[in-house]
């Protein structure tokens, strides 16, 4: 063995595309195979570096760096490294990266990386990360994710996502997600998605097992929750739906909205009057055993202004115990607002809890006639106690 001080230089000089300036300190073992140790300079260019390497601009090793390689621009690796890469702009490893790449702008692994990466722009790995990552933009996996990967703008995997993508605007993961992925924009599992996908905006995936929540939420099959605005199923649904507008063409499910529809859902206009409002006009998405209603009423009655009105949400159950005679009972609420009302003691705008008992009989298939009777308590928006409650009978027209 021979150690001493070694110009740390590539034995093909044919193959060298950057000059060495540099000195480094390690045994000359081999004549094809020198280490350096220890490697300080300007550019290095180094058969392979253990120990550490700090160069002001770049540092190369034809094989393999384990420690320390820091340089103010690029480290490069024809292999892989084992320990610390600091730079400011890249860090390049052929195969395997075990530790900590660290630079301003852009990591890129040819296979894997064990451990952590932390980029300002982008960490890149050819096959999987394991471990950590950490984007300023984007965090890129040509096969799979396993574990954290946080970004400003977007993570995506080829393949798998097996932990948590955690993202500014998108993540997206070829195949499935077992995990959780969570974003301001759009969450998309091109298979199945066996966990959370948590979005400000949309949640996209063909399989569900687990939750969505966004604004908008689709799978084709689901098994679970979703939560949001607009929540779209396809086939085969086996949980909960519950957002203001629930679609999935399998009829099974439970949805808990506003406006709940199937391709079997009826949709009928209702016209009627009563006691609490003189006239009304409604909407009702009746489903298999479940119904909901959108309605306006005007006036409402007992008030002081002749231009109140009500919009109202009614939910419930219905049966039909014989032909074309359905018994039904809801549970709602209307928001009532009156601008003219004068003085305090009755109040511009009130809301009303509402429960019914319906009877109604199909008198031709798109014609149907019926009458409820329940009692409704309007009460002051912000303040306890019950402005008027009071019986409620209904009498009207069921059209479609």
Same mark, same amino acid.
């Given at each position: 063995?021979?150690?001493?001080?070694?110009?740390?230089?590539?034995?093909? +000089?044919?193959?060298?595309?950057?000059?060495?300036?540099?000195?480094?300190?390690?045994?000359?073992?081999?004549?094809?195979?020198?280490?350096?140790?220890?490697?300080?300079?300007?550019?290095?260019?180094?058969?392979?570096?253990?120990?550490?390497?700090?160069?002001?601009?770049?540092?190369?090793? +034809?094989?393999?760096?384990?420690?320390?390689?820091?340089?103010?621009?690029?480290?490069?690796?024809?292999?892989?490294?084992?320990?610390?890469?600091?730079?400011?702009?890249?860090?390049?490893?052929?195969?395997?990266?075990?530790?900590?790449?660290?630079?301003?702008?852009?990591?890129?692994?040819?296979?894997?990386?064990?451990?952590?990466?932390?980029?300002?722009?982008?960490?890149? *790995?050819?096959? !999987? *990360?394991?471990?950590?990552?950490?984007?300023?933009?984007?965090?890129?996996?040509?096969?799979?994710?396993?574990?954290?990967?946080?970004?400003?703008?977007?993570?995506?995997?080829?393949?798998?996502? @097996?932990?948590?993508?955690?993202?500014?605007?998108?993540?997206?993961?070829?195949?499935?997600?077992?995990?959780?992925?969570?974003?301001?924009?759009?969450?998309?599992?091109? +298979?199945?998605?066996?966990?959370?996908?948590?979005?400000?905006?949309?949640?996209? *995936?063909?399989?569900? !097992?687990?939750?969505?929540?966004?604004?908008?939420?689709?799978?084709?099959?689901?098994?679970?929750?979703?939560?949001?605005?607009?929540?779209?199923?396809?086939?085969?649904?086996?949980?909960?739906?519950?957002?203001?507008?629930?679609?999935?063409?399998?009829?099974?499910?439970?949805?808990?909205?506003?406006?709940?529809?199937?391709?079997?859902?009826?949709?009928?206009?209702?016209?009627?009057?009563?006691?609490?409002?003189?006239?009304?006009?409604?909407?009702?998405?009746? @489903?298999?055993?479940?119904?909901?209603?959108?309605?306006?009423?005007?006036?409402?009655?007992?008030?002081?202004?002749?231009?109140?009105?009500?919009?109202?949400?009614?939910?419930?159950?219905?049966?039909?115990?014989?032909? !074309?005679?359905?018994?039904?009972?809801?549970?709602?609420?209307?928001?009532?607002?009156?601008?003219?009302?004068?003085?305090?003691?009755?109040?511009?705008?009130?809301?009303?809890?509402?429960?019914?008992?319906?009877?109604?009989?199909?008198?031709?298939?798109?014609?149907?006639?019926?009458?409820?009777?329940?009692?409704?308590?309007?009460?002051?928006?912000?303040?306890?106690?019950?402005?008027?409650?009071?019986?409620?009978?209904?009498?009207?027209?069921?059209?479609?």
């Amino acid at each position: 063995m021979q150690a001493g001080i070694l110009p740390a230089q590539a034995q093909d +000089r044919k193959a060298r595309k950057a000059p060495n300036v540099s000195v480094s300190i390690g045994p000359a073992m081999y004549k094809q195979e020198k280490k350096a140790y220890f490697n300080i300079g300007l550019m290095a260019k180094v058969y392979r570096l253990q120990g550490a390497g700090i160069n002001l601009l770049s540092s190369t090793a +034809r094989t393999r760096s384990d420690g320390l390689q820091l340089s103010g621009f690029a480290n490069i690796n024809g292999t892989g490294m084992h320990g610390l890469q600091l730079s400011g702009i890249a860090n390049i490893n052929g195969t395997d990266a075990w530790g900590l790449p660290a630079t301003g702008i852009v990591n890129i692994i040819g296979r894997n990386s064990h451990g952590m990466l932390a980029a300002g722009g982008i960490n890149i *790995t050819g096959e !999987n *990360t394991d471990g950590m990552a950490i984007g300023g933009l984007l965090n890129i996996a040509g096969k799979a994710s396993n574990g954290v990967a946080v970004a400003g703008l977007a993570n995506i995997t080829g393949q798998h996502t @097996n932990g948590a993508a955690l993202s500014g605007l998108l993540n997206v993961s070829g195949k499935d997600v077992r995990g959780m992925q969570a974003t301001a924009l759009l969450n998309i599992a091109g +298979r199945e998605a066996n966990g959370v996908q948590a979005a400000a905006l949309s949640n996209v *995936t063909v399989g569900l !097992n687990g939750v969505q929540a966004g604004i908008a939420n689709y799978a084709r099959r689901m098994k679970g929750l979703q939560i949001g605005v607009a929540n779209i199923a396809g086939d085969t649904v086996r949980g909960v739906q519950a957002g203001i507008v629930n679609y999935s063409r399998d009829t099974t499910g439970v949805k808990l909205g506003i406006v709940n529809l199937t391709p079997r859902t009826r949709v009928q206009m209702m016209m009627y009057g009563g006691n609490a409002a003189k006239f009304n006009v409604a909407a009702r998405f009746l @489903n298999r055993w479940s119904y909901t209603i959108l309605g306006i009423g005007a006036p409402w009655l007992k008030m002081d202004d002749p231009f109140s009105l009500s919009a109202s949400f009614r939910a419930g159950l219905h049966i039909s115990p014989v032909r !074309n005679l359905r018994l039904s009972g809801d549970l709602g609420y209307s928001h009532i607002e009156a601008p003219g009302n004068a003085g305090p003691a009755i109040p511009k705008r009130m809301y009303a809890l509402e429960a019914r008992i319906n009877a109604e009989y199909q008198v031709a298939r798109r014609l149907g006639l019926f009458v409820s009777g329940g009692y409704a308590s309007a009460r002051h928006y912000g303040q306890g106690g019950e402005y008027e409650g009071k019986p409620v009978i209904e009498f009207g027209l069921l059209l479609f």
